[in-house]
């Protein structure tokens, strides 16, 4: 799915666990049980069966012949993406192992205090000696990405690097790249599949502070802060077991969602009370930000994450779609819908896009923001004829 084209699905959407077949996901843990466990046993017995078979396991015995591992994840880099790739590069090094984090591009700036987010690589903004980390390496572990496209820029760097390219992620429809495909789209997110591996590797006891806080982060922002269907009993253990490290899960939450500027939640405001638009029949919101608006707010990456939410927080709305202007005439947008109305086959179909059922993203080319929402006016009810 999206192949080199310009859209994103925003992470943090909601994944469902219907098609899981694993037995330990099953398990039925209820508070009696939970007082009798031994926390750690317990943790891998209900762990991603995807990340705790002999090949993942067997994985840790290769790294120390390496000379140079890098950790990567794909372009517009969420909480999921920054955080597993800065967990997983903190564990290999504490290890001993020279491990580099490398993103295409940056990240939003409320993730900045992240432990350790001075030491990625930005291949945007430093492409010669990033490209040079890319050619050295021998492996390039791949987090919370199903393809080479979505690496933006970078695809053609790590697609032609030499290196073993070993793949851990939860979006559906892995494309055929890796050595090692550790894929589980039942899982809420990367971050939980990455502390799944570290417990298949029997290195539970060696989880620092560092590594815990990136965790916590990724598995919080890609599940809503552990509010959607995907969240199961063994995510709130291994939160129990990063919580149970001492980390300041509260510190996390306010550094990451409370430090928003002026300019951000007046944005926030300027779309929802004056670009917003309701069909409440088929139940549907849409709101288009052009770049004029944009500029006036002194819009920085990041800005309107959760605009889209907002809107399908509205009672009676079921499909919440949000456009942005990002270059003239190009909007990109984001789709978000409840249930079983699925937005991903509409942003395929009409948006150059895809995603998942819930969560989709796509483009739409459009000589003005009118010319758009007249669009979307004149198709909505033929795209969710009875949400
Ligand atoms: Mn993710």
């Not at 709130?236 to 919580?243: A, D, F, G, K, P």
């Not at 309701?278 to 052009?290: C, H, R, Y």
């Amino acid at each position: 799915m999206g192949h080199g084209s310009d859209w994103d699905v925003h992470e943090g959407c909601e994944k469902h666990r219907e098609n899981h077949n694993s037995v330990a996901h099953r398990t039925k843990v209820g508070r009696g049980n939970l007082l009798r466990m031994k926390p750690a046993t317990n943790l891998l017995e209900t762990a991603s069966t995807v990340m705790t078979t002999a090949e993942a396991r067997g994985t840790w015995n290769e790294l120390a012949a390496m000379d140079l591992i890098v950790v990567t994840a794909h372009r517009s880099p969420d909480g999921d993406a920054v955080g597993s790739v800065l967990a997983l590069t903190h564990h290999l090094r504490e290890a001993g192992l020279n491990a580099e984090a490398v993103l295409p591009d940056r990240f939003p700036r409320n993730l900045n205090w992240l432990p350790g987010a001075e030491i990625i690589h930005f291949f945007d903004e430093t492409p010669d000696s990033t490209t040079e980390i890319l050619e050295r390496a021998d492996l390039i572990w791949c987090l919370d990405f199903n393809g080479p496209g979505r690496t933006g820029e970078m695809e053609t760097t790590l697609v032609n690097s030499s290196a073993k390219k070993w793949v851990v992620d939860h979006h559906q429809f892995p494309e055929d790249f890796a050595d090692h495909l550790f894929s589980d789209p039942a899982c809420g997110s990367t971050c939980e599949l990455v502390f799944d591996l570290i417990a298949g590797w029997g290195r539970l006891g060696l989880i620092s502070q560092e590594t815990a806080v990136c965790a916590y982060t990724g598995i919080m922002t890609d599940t809503g802060s552990f509010r959607f269907s995907s969240v199961s009993a063994h995510t709130h253990l291994v939160l129990s077991y990063l919580v149970g490290l001492g980390i300041d899960h509260a510190q996390i939450h306010e550094q990451t969602f409370d430090q928003r500027s002026l300019n951000q939640v007046q944005l926030e405001g300027h779309a929802l009370s004056d670009k917003l638009h309701t069909w409440m029949d088929p139940g549907v919101a849409f709101i288009v930000l052009d770049l004029d608006t944009l500029e006036r707010f002194n819009y920085q990456p990041g800005d309107t994450e959760g605009v889209v939410n907002r809107a399908l927080a509205l009672e009676g709305i079921r499909v919440a779609i949000f456009a942005k202007e990002s270059k003239g005439g190009i909007f990109k947008i984001s789709f978000r819908s409840v249930g079983d109305i699925s937005v991903r086959d509409i942003a395929a179909e009409h948006f150059e896009g895809g995603g998942h059922r819930n969560a989709a993203g796509g483009i739409y080319r459009a000589s003005s923001s009118q010319a758009l929402i007249d669009h979307v006016e004149s198709n909505v009810r033929n795209w969710f004829p009875n949400p």
